[in-house]
Structure formats: C-alpha cells, structure tokens
C-alpha cells in the first residue's frame, strides 16, 4: 500500500512538473522552459555574458521577434520592442496595472501602496493629491525654477571651491536634484555635503543596481531569501530599506510634532492633514511613508544619472560642448545664467540634451507594467498579471528611424531649418499614456537649469587622475554611469 502511495505520489508530481512546462495557448514566442524555475537560468546564463537586462532582451528579440514571451519562476513576463508594440502597451488601459508580488511589496511593508508600484483607484487617488499638493508647493511652477536656480548656483559655488583638482562627477548631482523635490515633499534641504545623507544615496543607488525591471529573482523565487538571502541579495535591499524608512520615519515624526492644522508647509503636511479630517482609507501611515520613499527613489536617481551622464558626453564630444557653450554665449550672453525662458531659444542645447536621453537610455526598460485582465497583443495571447516590460532602448535604437543609432549626433533633433523636430513615437524618456512619469516637467527643467548652469561656468575636461569616463554604464532598474572624474575649469566673464 505504501508503495502504491509512492507510485502514485511520484506520478501526480511528475504531471505537475510536466504541466508547469506547457505554455498558455497563443502566448508570445520565445525559448521553452524548465519546471519551476522557467527560463530564469538561461536568462542569467546570458546576463553573465552580455552585462545588461535590456540586451539579454534585446537577444531574445532578434531570435523570436518584436514580442517575446518567457517564464520566469512563477511569473509570465513579455517583452515587446519597437515603437509600434511598445505604444500599443503604453496606450491599452488593460496594461495600466503594475506588477505585483514578493519584490513590489517589500518595500510597502507587505501591501500594495505607493503611486509607483500602485494601480487602480488607490492610485489614481493618490496621483491626483500628489500632484495637486507638489502644484501648491511650486511643482510646475515659477517657484520650481527659483527652487533649481537655488540649487544650481549652491552646486556650482562647490565646484568653483574643489576645481583646483579633479571632481568625481558620476554622483556630484545626487543631492542637489533630490533638494529639489525635498524642499516640496518635506519644506527642508540638505547640505550638499551631509554626509548622511550621501551614504544614503549610496546605498540607495546600489540598490537599484540589484535587480531588474521584472522584479528579479526576489520577485520570480521569493523562498530564495531562505537558502541565499545574501547570494539573492536580500539582505541587502532590506539593509536599504530599514535605513530608509528610519530616515522618512524621522522627517514624518518631526512633521507630526509641528503640524499645524490650518496651514500646511509642504507635502507631508498635507498629506497628515488629510488623515487628521477624512476618513478615506487610502491616507494611512503606511502609505505615507511609501509615497515618500516613492518620490525620494524617483527625485534622487534618474535624474541626477542623466545628468552625469551629460558630462560623459561633453567630455567624450568636446566640440559639441563647444558648441553649446557658444550657443550659449551668442543667445543668453555672459552677464547672466540661461532660465527656463531661454529654453526655446537655445535650440541646439535642447538637443543635445534630447540627443542624451536617447543615446543614454537611462531608463532602458522603463516601469514594468501589468495586464490587469487576460487579453491580448497583437495576435497573441497575455494571460491575467502577466508581467509586461517595455524596451524603450528598441525604440531609441530602432536602426530604421535612427540611422546609425550608436553614433551621437544632436542634429536628429533639429530640422533643416535648425528648429527643434521631435517624432515622440520614437522619442519616450518619460514614458507615454497614462502612466508617463509624474514628474517630467521639474525632471526637464533639472536637466536644462543644472547643465547649462554648469557649461555657463566651467569647461569640462578629461582629467588623467582616477578612472575614465565611459559611455556604457552600470546595469541596474535604471542605468547609472560609472565612477569617474573631470576637470572642470572656470570660464571667464
């Protein structure tokens, strides 16, 4: 009888496991899998080759075409490229949603909250009061560009104090970007030199280097964390995590202790006010502090990375730099600082810029989405919660509307006539439809106000202490430049 039990046992097992192997009826195409586990050892078999999430996709695509469908551990995730596929997603309301799992929820105490990582009415609710406070506390408005000047003029006063030597530049932005956001989000700012702080983004931006759009192996095999927790790198996102939310959890207390219920000094006031005199059950404290760690994540890294990349580009491509320095001269003149109203007339600067995004693709998979229903892709199959990645990269390396994708070249943007030409079918640094980033516009004027602020005042150079700057960056959810350094030299009035 016991045997029989076995037998039996071993059976059902070995269905199940032959089961676990058969794809969804008119899924994508791509690669078969293995029990359990899904294509996610081919997958890392290939990263170790190749160096970066969005080329290992990349590869997949050439091999099974413009959607590519994979397994990986419990999740289906499917990948499109191309700017017709990759609009399509961003468009559909059924792939509105955001993936959930172990991974999206660790960092929101087990829940689903945030506006990130959120969907639905928690987070349509949450992205309209977001976006309504920041407006009131200058997001948007003329009080953002005094809030950057601020900033730009702090960080340069720096570099014009440490420009006797070379200065490490791939982080020399991290704080001056985020103060900007925090000064909305919390009414305070930090020194640029706090030290604190700066281990915190740290870690921070190594956290982002840990794992991959699709939620990594934390997301595909949570029980990892019980056999590798370090090998996985769970210790380390939760090391992140405790430090971050005992920082929030710092300012938030403070907000408590002087909160005054007629007048609200910034975000996290309002935010408290709320729960003080509604009863909505999106406003907890929870929720508070994810929507903060939220917009510190988005405040402190993409920007600032585009703009050290910036400077790897200036440095790479000294007579571009050339250029829009003189744009600058000829156009704003040397008396005073570009601004925000200089934007449309600094035409071959605003492309250089555009010109960046897209050759940085700092974001090269943007936010993973979800189908909030089963449904379908061009003539293929998308089971419910299936995980769907967009590679922006395909599109802003698409070798038919790029020619010669790789080479950086500013004029792609401007027409015969040198006015700026943009086709944003092929051009989505911030995402499009209904989930484009939140903060596109302070992350333009960042971008604008703190690199025409730096060429206004210094030179970049190559500095031969310490190590190169390189055009390929780190791989990571967004990708980072490497560490190096530049000299920057003080232009003359």
Same mark, same amino acid.
């Given at each position: 009888? %016991?045997?029989?039990?076995?037998?039996v046992?071993?059976?059902i097992?070995l +269905?199940l496991?032959?089961?676990d192997?058969?794809?969804p009826?008119?899924y994508?195409?791509?690669?078969?899998?293995?029990? =359990?586990?899904?294509?996610f050892?081919?997958?890392?078999?290939?990263?170790?080759?190749?160096?970066?999430?969005h080329?290992v996709?990349?590869e997949?695509? #050439?091999e099974?075409?413009?959607?590519?469908?994979?397994?990986?551990?419990?999740?289906?995730?499917?990948?499109?490229?191309?700017?017709d596929?990759v609009?399509?997603?961003?468009?559909?309301?059924?792939?509105?949603?955001?993936?959930?799992g172990?991974?999206?929820?660790?960092?929101?105490?087990?829940k689903?909250?945030?506006?990130?990582?959120?969907?639905?009415?928690?987070?349509?609710?949450?992205?309209?009061? @977001?976006?309504?406070?920041?407006?009131?506390?200058? %997001?948007?408005?003329?009080?953002?560009?005094?809030?950057?000047? #601020?900033?730009?003029? &702090?960080?340069?006063?720096v570099?014009?104090?440490?420009c @006797?030597?070379?200065?490490?530049?791939?982080?020399?932005?991290?704080?001056?970007? +985020?103060?900007?956001l925090?000064?909305?989000?919390a009414?305070?700012?930090?020194?640029?030199?706090?030290?604190?702080?700066?281990?915190?983004?740290? =870690?921070?931006?190594?956290?982002?280097?840990?794992? &991959? $759009?699709?939620?990594?192996?934390?997301?595909?095999?949570?029980?990892?964390?019980?056999?590798?927790?370090?090998?996985?790198?769970y210790?380390?996102? $939760?090391?992140?995590?405790?430090?971050?939310?005992?920082?929030?959890q710092?300012?938030?207390?403070?907000?408590?202790?002087?909160?005054?219920?007629?007048h609200?000094?910034?975000?996290?006031?309002?935010?408290?006010?709320?729960?003080?005199?509604?009863?909505?059950?999106?406003?907890?404290?929870?929720q508070?502090?994810?929507?903060?760690?939220?917009?510190?994540?988005?405040?402190?890294e993409?920007t600032?990375?585009?703009?050290?990349?910036?400077?790897v580009?200036?440095?790479?491509?000294?007579e571009?730099?050339?250029?829009?320095?003189?744009?600058?001269?000829?156009?704003? /003149?040397?008396?005073?600082?570009?601004?925000?109203?200089?934007?449309?007339k600094?035409?071959?600067?605003?492309?250089?810029l555009?010109?960046?995004?897209?050759?940085?693709?700092?974001?090269?998979?943007? =936010?993973?989405?979800?189908?909030?229903?089963?449904?379908? =892709?061009?003539?293929?199959a998308?089971? #419910?919660?299936?995980?769907?990645?967009?590679? +922006?990269?395909?599109?802003?390396?698409d070798?038919? %509307?790029?020619i010669?994708?790789?080479?950086?070249?500013?004029?792609?943007?401007?027409?015969?006539?040198?006015?700026?030409?943009?086709?944003?079918?092929? %051009?989505?640094?911030?995402?499009?439809?209904?989930?484009?980033?939140?903060?596109?516009?302070?992350?333009?004027?960042?971008?604008?106000?703190?690199?025409?602020?730096?060429?206004?005042?210094?030179?970049?150079?190559?500095?031969?202490?310490?190590?190169?700057?390189?055009?390929?960056?780190?791989? /990571?959810?967004?990708?980072?430049?490497k560490p190096?350094?530049?000299k920057?030299?003080?232009? @003359?009035?």
């Amino acid at each position: 009888m %016991f045997t029989f039990i076995c037998f039996v046992t071993v059976v059902i097992l070995l +269905l199940l496991l032959l089961w676990d192997t058969i794809k969804p009826k008119e899924y994508p195409p791509g690669p078969s899998w293995v029990p =359990i586990v899904g294509n996610f050892l081919d997958f890392r078999k290939r990263l170790a080759t190749i160096g970066y999430h969005h080329l290992v996709w990349k590869e997949f695509s #050439e091999e099974y075409g413009s959607v590519v469908g994979l397994k990986m551990g419990r999740n289906f995730v499917v990948t499109v490229f191309g700017a017709d596929a990759v609009k399509e997603i961003l468009t559909r309301e059924e792939f509105d949603g955001r993936p959930d799992g172990f991974f999206f929820r660790l960092r929101t105490f087990g829940k689903r909250l945030g506006i990130v990582f959120s969907d639905g009415q928690l987070w349509q609710k949450q992205r309209k009061f @977001s976006l309504q406070h920041l407006r009131n506390f200058g %997001f948007g408005r003329k009080e953002m560009e005094e809030k950057i000047v #601020e900033e730009t003029r &702090d960080l340069i006063t720096v570099f014009k104090k440490q420009c @006797s030597e070379p200065i490490w530049m791939h982080t020399a932005f991290d704080v001056s970007v +985020l103060n900007v956001l925090w000064a909305m989000m919390a009414g305070e700012r930090f020194d640029i030199n706090d030290e604190r702080l700066r281990k915190l983004l740290n =870690i921070l931006g190594d956290a982002f280097k840990l794992t &991959d $759009m699709s939620g990594g192996i934390l997301n595909q095999m949570p029980f990892v964390r019980f056999v590798a927790p370090e090998t996985c790198g769970y210790n380390q996102l $939760m090391d992140v995590l405790i430090r971050m939310w005992e920082f929030l959890q710092e300012t938030i207390t403070d907000h408590r202790k002087t909160l005054c219920s007629l007048h609200a000094r910034d975000l996290i006031d309002a935010f408290l006010q709320n729960m003080n005199i509604k009863s909505d059950p999106s406003f907890t404290d929870d929720q508070l502090m994810s929507l903060c760690l939220d917009l510190f994540m988005a405040g402190s890294e993409t920007t600032s990375n585009t703009l050290s990349f910036s400077v790897v580009y200036m440095l790479e491509f000294p007579e571009i730099q050339k250029k829009v320095q003189e744009e600058m001269d000829e156009i704003v /003149g040397r008396n005073r600082w570009p601004t925000l109203q200089d934007r449309l007339k600094l035409k071959y600067t605003e492309a250089v810029l555009m010109e960046i995004q897209r050759r940085a693709n700092i974001p090269p998979l943007g =936010i993973a989405h979800r189908a909030t229903r089963k449904t379908n =892709i061009f003539q293929y199959a998308v089971p #419910e919660d299936t995980i769907i990645l967009t590679s +922006l990269y395909s599109v802003h390396m698409d070798e038919k %509307f790029w020619i010669d994708p790789l080479a950086f070249r500013p004029e792609r943007f401007l027409d015969k006539n040198g006015n700026l030409s943009v086709n944003e079918k092929y %051009f989505l640094p911030f995402g499009y439809g209904k989930r484009r980033c939140l903060g596109e516009s302070l992350a333009k004027a960042n971008y604008f106000l703190f690199f025409t602020a730096l060429l206004h005042n210094f030179y970049l150079e190559k500095s031969f202490e310490g190590p190169s700057p390189q055009l390929e960056g780190v791989d /990571g959810v967004t990708i980072s430049p490497k560490p190096f350094k530049a000299k920057l030299i003080p232009r @003359s009035d």
